[in-house]
């Protein structure tokens, strides 16, 4: 049991944060959407909160394979920084800095990477603080690169966020079926990505990465590959 418990292991997120004195904590800081999440455009109003859960079995590879495991991706990189910068307000340079070293601990060339799961919280600070981030990592690949926010539509869920976005990712690369971008009107000039915009985009992928920023500077980015 001990040696198998070496080789496999359970992760994820929940949170609950739906209650009078929650919203009125995130209304107060003037980022909340009076209508809906629509990251990445021009029209964006702020995130909305959500509640939800994701749970991950990982396993080393000879593990899974010997018990017949449908393995739906590899987790082959992590990047974290803190940058403290500002409590709220979000540096480029802090994200690129976890973009960057989450694709070389997975020994990932920036070319491979085909898709990216964005924080895209729909703020008009962090939306086009992690185009500019993505630009300074990728360079002109960014333009190869499809980009989405799941908080489009199961919300900010604070805690549970890098679970349930990194299970949108592994599932787009899975199902070679990317997620979209709800809500998404007209492109903000200064997120200057490719969005998937509204529905779903089939593409078979190699690499993804699926990124988490929070307040004071806190980054942390998993790069996944698809498993043939």
């Not at 209508?35 to 509640?51: N, V």
Request: hydrophobic residues 45%; contains cysteine.
């Amino acid at each position: 049991r001990a040696a198998a418990a070496e080789r496999a292991s359970r992760g994820g997120g929940s949170e609950a944060p739906l209650c009078y004195g929650n919203l009125k904590a995130w209304e107060s800081m003037r980022v909340v959407s009076a209508d809906t999440c629509r990251p990445f455009s021009k029209d964006r109003t702020g995130m909305i909160l959500g509640e939800g859960a994701a749970m991950f079995v990982m396993e080393t590879l000879d593990h899974a394979q010997a018990r017949g495991a449908n393995i739906l991706a590899e987790i082959v990189g992590f990047g974290m920084s803190a940058d403290a910068h500002h409590l709220t307000m979000p540096l480029a340079n802090g994200a690129a800095k976890a973009m960057r070293q989450a694709i070389e601990d997975g020994n990932i060339a920036p070319e491979q990477v085909g898709y990216a799961n964005a924080h895209g919280t729909a703020t008009q600070a962090n939306d086009a603080m992690e185009a500019q981030a993505l630009r300074l990592v990728f360079g002109n690949h960014t333009n190869k690169i499809a980009v989405s926010s799941t908080k489009s539509m199961h919300g900010h869920t604070l805690g549970a966020a890098g679970a349930i976005e990194s299970a949108a990712t592994v599932l787009g690369l899975h199902n070679k079926i990317l997620p979209p971008t709800a809500n998404f009107t007209e492109l903000d000039p200064e997120c200057d990505i490719d969005v998937i915009a509204n529905e779903a985009r089939p593409a078979e992928v190699d690499a993804a990465i699926s990124s988490s920023f929070a307040f004071g500077g806190l980054n942390a980015v998993l790069t996944f590959r698809s498993w043939q």
